[in-house]
Structure formats: C-alpha cells, structure tokens
C-alpha cells in the first residue's frame, strides 16, 4: 500500500514524462470550497437523441470502439457530417457547427476528405488538426500536453464535436496506456475540457483479442478507457444476419437498456481531380436482431449445426402453429427440445422468422413473413424506427434553411440521409451506388 507521497510523486514523474513540470503550477495550486446549494442543477444536454432518448452526451468524452473493419471511423464521419449540416437530432439540430477531426493512421488527401464528402459533410467546417513544434514541424497531437490549446481553438472555432481517430495515439508518449493512473492523466483533464467548452470529444478505439463478449470491456489498453467516458459504443458485424451492428454498451447519463442499431456501409463514388475515389458511407437501417455482446458470444460457438438445427425446428414448430406464435411459447418450446435461447435468436433471420409487437402488454409474436400478405403489417415492420425530430415534417432550421439533408426513405436508418442538396456535391454523372455494401473503407 502507498502513502500519499508515494502517490503525489507517481504522478509528478507522470506529469514530467509529458513535458509538464511541476515548477509549472508550483505556489498557484489551492483548494476551492463550494456549497451544493451555490450550484444550479441541469439537465443532461444531449448531442444525440435517438427516439427521445439521449445517446450521446454534449459536454462528455465518448468511445467507438470496435474490431479493425466493423466501420467505427464510419461512425465518426457520419456524426461529423451530421454536425456540421445541423441535421443530427439533439442539441445542435439546426445550428451547423464546426468539427475538429484528428486522423493518426489515414492519408486526409485519400481517404478521411474523400470519406467526408461522401459522408455529405460540410468540408468548410470540417479542420484537420496537428501540433506544430518550432523544431521539429508538424507533430502527432499529444494529450495532456496540448489541452489547453486544443481547448483554446475549440473555443475559437465554436467546435461542436472533436473526433480522436484513433484515441490511443493522441496519448501523450510518456503515459502507460495500460495503467489506470496513466492514462487517467491524459482522459480526466480531456473530459474536464469537454465539459467547459460543451463540446462531444469521441475517440475511435480499437478491440483487443480478449475474449470477453462486453464491448467496453475489450477496448484495447487500460480500463480508464471504459471508465472515463460517458457513453461507449461497440460495433461488429453481424454475419448471421448479414449486417453490422452498434450497440451502446455504457450509457452514465441516460438509459442503459437502449436497443442496437442495425447498419451498413454503403459504397460511394466521388470524383476527385485524378479519378474517381471510392469510399464507404456509414447508413443506420432500423433495431438489430441482435446485440454486440450475442455476436461475441456467438463468434466463440464453434458448431454452427446448432443454428441450422434451430433454423428447421423454428420454422417447422411455427408452421405447426398456423404460421405465428408468441414469443413466450417459441421459446418454452424451444428450450424443452434443449436449443438454448441464444441459438434461436440466432436462427430467425434465416428461417424467415420476425418479431412483432402484439399490442400494449401483450409482449410480441414470432411470424413466418411469407405466411402472411398484410402488406400495411409488413410494411410497418420494415421501416426503421426514426427519431421524434425526423418524424415532424420539414422546417427551417432542419431540412430546409440549413440545407442538409433529404428525407430518410424508409428503412434507412433513425436520422436524415445526408448527401441530398447543400451537401458536398456528388456529380450525377459519378452516382452514388448505395445498394453495395463497401468493403473497401470499411473502417
């Protein structure tokens, strides 16, 4: 166990690795004393709600987090697109503001402008962002040492939203990013900026080859990683379902039961000066099947007979029963003949099988979808669940004076498509091919 001093001077020598002295701030550090009644209550402000419910924290640092190809940088522009149109439901819908984007690993002539136009962004408020030493020039961004410029630019620019991709190498040099205290140095101030300037800090974060099937707890490095956010997501692809999904492993300032959201990457064409580039467009298709934490669970199952055993006996127990039943009973019945809840889960996309609400209390009802030609029933399953903000009709401010997004078609996802009039251009005579899923850019 260590005292107090000991720990004072694990920090001290934390502090100096990063080029922070302690003659610095020596004689200005004091303690300050505040009643609870001298400080005015609010309300969470969300950057980002989905259906009413806040995912996205305004103020807060959040992780995307994922496998290498799960599309979690797609992630990234897709909300820095949103951004910087107005277009993304939550406190910033109908301001455009601007985006800081510190790319580590990617060519900005290649790849992250030739992903933002796809994304529809607004490249007039979009900065890259790079320290720049008098010796040496250009530098990779190093946190904590650059805070307080970073936090002075955010200021100067009205930066609504700063991506870090990835988070790990924007760590200052000096720092362990596989001891708490360590990085802690680094994310406790980050998070502390983000609070004063308002703005959403979302940094990309890689999986680590753990095999543990919770997203925040794979994130490769420290447990800081998953600690200090306010909202994690994971993302993976779903090949039982052939789609990907994201799913919000933590949530500290809203609801932690949230669903998964189903989504693809799109192949965009955008001609650039030399050629055409081909980039992958990140598109939400409506609540997945299934949660990050199942398809983890799932990859570790090494007998897929199981699920193809449960394909057969799904659709035949339902054919038995008129063609639907309740879940309740599919699952009773399933569990008697030992196939385990998880593998029937697994097994509905395949035998045509989905679930539907039954009405108020009444849970939901497992259907064989070519049994029935209710087109308004099929109809309504289909559509992807869509934020309160893009059910409204079109007003000024959203889809009209800000010109940034067309109106979502149905299936595409909780949000406006981005990419329709006022967005970046696309040629007609280089059109998009979104029906083609990218796997060139998945990231």
């Known amino acids: 166990m260590t005292d107090g001093n000991d720990s004072h001077d694990e920090a001290r020598e934390i502090l100096e690795r990063n080029g922070i002295t302690e003659a610095a701030f020596a004689g200005t550090r004091t ?3 505040t009643r609870a009644s001298e400080i005015e209550p609010e309300p969470v402000v969300w950057a980002w709600l989905d259906e009413g419910e806040g995912r996205v924290p305004a103020g807060a640092l959040s992780v995307a987090a994922g496998r290498e190809g799960t599309g979690k940088s797609s992630f990234g522009m897709w909300m820095a697109a949103h951004i910087t149109r107005g277009t993304l439901p939550g406190s910033f819908q109908g301001r455009p503001r601007a985006v800081f984007y510190v790319a580590v690993e990617d060519s900005w002539r290649q790849t992250i402008v030739p992903r933002l136009i796809g994304a529809g962004a607004d490249l007039d408020l979009v900065y890259r962002v790079e320290a720049v030493e008098s010796e040496y020039g250009e530098t990779t961004l190093s946190l904590p040492q650059d805070n307080s410029l970073m936090e002075k630019a955010i200021t100067e620019h009205d930066v609504a939203l ?6 790990m190498s924007c760590i200052g040099k000096g720092i362990d990013t596989h001891r708490e205290r360590d990085v802690r140095t680094a994310l406790d101030p980050l998070a502390r900026m983000a609070d004063r300037t308002g703005a959403v800090l979302l940094g990309i974060a890689h999986f680590n080859k753990g095999s543990s099937t919770d997203p925040a707890s794979l994130i490769t490095g420290s447990g800081a990683f998953k600690n200090v956010p306010r ?3 994971g993302f993976a692809r779903d090949d039982d379902n052939e789609c990907r999904v994201m799913t919000q492993a933590k949530n500290s300032l809203g609801r932690a039961d949230l669903p998964s959201l189903a989504y693809t990457i799109e192949t965009r064409t955008v001609p650039t000066r030399l050629g055409d580039a081909h980039v992958g467009r990140f598109v939400f298709t409506g609540r997945a099947d299934r949660t990050v934490d199942e398809i983890l669970s799932a990859g570790q199952e090494p007998d897929r007979g199981d699920r193809d055993d449960a394909v057969s006996w799904l659709r ?19 569990a008697a003949d030992d196939i385990s809840e998880r593998t029937l889960q697994r097994a509905m996309r395949k035998a045509g099988v989905k ?6 209390g009444k849970g939901s009802v497992w259907r064989i979808t070519d049994y029935f030609t209710d087109t308004q029933s099929d109809a309504a399953s289909a559509v992807a669940p869509q934020s309160r903000q893009s059910r409204q009709p079109s007003e000024p401010g959203a ?13 595409q ?3 406006p498509v981005i990419g329709g009039e006022g967005a970046h251009p696309i040629p007609d005579s280089a059109p998009a091919t979104p029906d083609q899923p990218s796997e060139g850019h998945p990231e």
Do not use: W
């Open 31 to 33: 303690l300050r004393i």
């Open 162 to 167: 700063v991506v870090l991709d990835p988070l």
């Open 231 to 233: 909202a994690v997501f």
């Open 316 to 334: 035949g127990y339902l054919e038995s029963q008129g063609g639907e039943a309740s879940s309740k009973d599919v699952k009773r019945a399933a």
């Open 355 to 360: 679930a539907e609400r039954a009405g108020f």
């Open 399 to 411: 889809n009209g004076a800000t010109g940034g997004a067309t109106e979502a078609p149905s299936g």
């Open 413 to 415: 996802g909780s949000l």
